[in-house]
């Protein structure tokens, strides 16, 4: 399950659970379950991955708007040439290294 957390000094939601919020440094706050759905807004094929994640590539990575008005990047199980601005996709995984994952809904 995607998780984000909501600041209890601002009430911002954001995706840095276990963080300081990002929007006004507070510590305090609670985790909220999030729709584990989002809409594409942009989208890129890695051809040429920083050392650590060469072996990976090509691989995509999107830009992605979810109902609760996060904006988020996160690796794409997709095939690029299939992807089109405003598709709907849904989260599939959490992966420690690379962060959500998502696929077409």
Excluded: N
Excluded at 8 to 32: H, M, N, T, Y
Excluded at 51 to 58: D, L, T, V
Excluded at 65 to 88: I, N
Excluded at 95 to 100: E, F, H, T
């Amino acid at each position: 399950m995607l998780q984000g957390r909501r600041c209890a000094e601002c009430d911002k939601l954001s995706l840095d659970a276990g963080r300081p919020c990002p929007f006004c440094g507070s510590q305090g706050g609670s985790a909220v379950a999030l729709s584990g759905r989002g809409r594409l807004v942009s989208w890129t094929v890695i051809r040429v991955a920083p050392g650590r994640y060469a072996a990976e590539a090509p691989y995509t990575v999107g830009l992605l708007e979810l109902p609760e008005g996060l904006r988020l990047t996160a690796r794409l199980e997709a095939d690029p040439e299939q992807l089109s601005a405003g598709q709907a996709l849904t989260f599939a995984s959490l992966d420690p290294a690379r962060g959500p994952i998502f696929r077409p809904a």
